[in-house]
């Protein structure tokens, strides 16, 4: 239900007149409130005007001048509304306008699964299957263990990957376009966040090599060896769990749980990832802030980070051999 409290922060609204004119007025609405952003935008300029932009149906590349237009009444309600609900009500943009962008690609969202973020979007393009006949030694393995990688290239074919911790099922469906000759499994403990990750499959059209599996992690899956085992795991502390902004703990909140230290599920996964992958597999995980935790609880199966543009290098890279080992 939409509050209709804090009125006085809409009283001039009859002045508002243009897109312009809103975008100015959200930009100070977010400020004044406190908004939190890091859902759809990282400031609030380029998430107000995505909102006004959604609101009256015109195109995200709209050019300049269409924030001259003159609006009508219903209009205004109508951004008057999705302010409200933004603003007072601390909705997501995404479950207003109820899609996520990944660069290009448009994915179905709504209150059933996280909003789609990942630094996945920059490094699955730089996933490659080393070509027959070149010489192994380079892409994952750098000559200075210190090093970030800055391209996964793989001593084998990818002709089976894993998403683990689907979702929205955004990363399975660009492993999808990236991998189009690879049969990919999309795993996810919750049923609700399936169900929107079948939308996106069916939206895509990749329905064809993308197969769905309510499960923890690998236990409900049938057992089959990965190329590439990829997941974006809840890996937040629970305490920071507890302590979200509005925007994030509208989201579902077991896919930001990782437990007391955020490595429960990493843990696991990495434990079944040993009987899961090809002899030339990767295990490629989206850690946040847990760099120090991976490195110091992981070391014996040496870890890789990859370099992200910008320069938070978050996403840890394991290999098969090494996993082994253990």
Not at 91 to 105: C, D, K, M, Q, S
Not at 209 to 214: D, F, I, T
Not at 292 to 300: C, D, L, V, Y
Request: aromatic fraction near 6%; charged fraction near 30%; include cysteine.
């Amino acid at each position: 239900m939409t509050t209709r409290g804090n009125s006085d922060a809409f009283a001039g609204r009859d002045q508002l007149r243009t897109p312009g004119d809103w975008l100015e007025f959200a930009e100070e609405l977010y400020e004044n409130h406190h908004v939190a952003l890091g859902q759809v935008a990282t400031n609030a300029h380029d998430e107000a005007l995505y909102l006004i932009l959604r609101a009256l149906d015109l195109p995200l590349d709209s050019e300049p001048d269409v924030l001259a237009l003159k609006l009508t009444a219903t209009q205004r309600r109508k951004l008057e509304e999705t302010f409200r609900r933004r603003v007072f009500d601390r909705v997501p943009a995404a479950y207003l306008t109820r899609e996520a962008w990944l660069g290009e690609h448009r994915f179905y969202v709504d209150e059933r699964v996280i909003i789609p973020r990942s630094y996945f979007l920059e490094i699955i393009p730089r996933i490659s299957a080393r070509r027959a006949g070149t010489k192994a030694g380079g892409g994952a393995k750098p000559d200075k263990a210190s090093e970030p990688l800055v391209d996964v290239v793989i001593d084998g074919p990818v002709q089976r990957v894993a998403d683990v911790c689907t979702g929205s099922g955004c990363l399975a469906i660009l492993l999808a376009h990236r991998f189009p000759q690879a049969k990919v499994d999309a795993v996810d403990l919750s049923a609700e966040a399936l169900s929107v990750a079948r939308i996106n499959v069916d939206q895509h059209r990749v329905a064809s090599h993308v197969a769905l599996y309510e499960s923890d992690v690998f236990d409900a899956v049938p057992p089959v060896r990965y190329d590439v085992i990829l997941s974006n795991p809840p890996y937040e502390p629970s305490m920071l769990v507890d302590a979200q902004e509005p925007e994030f703990a509208a989201e579902p909140r077991m896919a930001h749980d990782g437990g007391a230290d955020g490595l429960v599920i990493i843990r696991k996964l990495l434990r079944q990832a040993k009987d899961r992958l090809t002899p030339h597999g990767i295990v490629v995980i989206e850690v946040g802030g847990l760099h120090e935790e991976i490195n110091r609880e992981f070391a014996s199966l040496k870890p890789r980070w990859i370099a992200t543009e910008d320069e938070s290098n978050c996403v840890v890279l394991f290999e098969a051999r090494n996993l082994a080992r253990k």
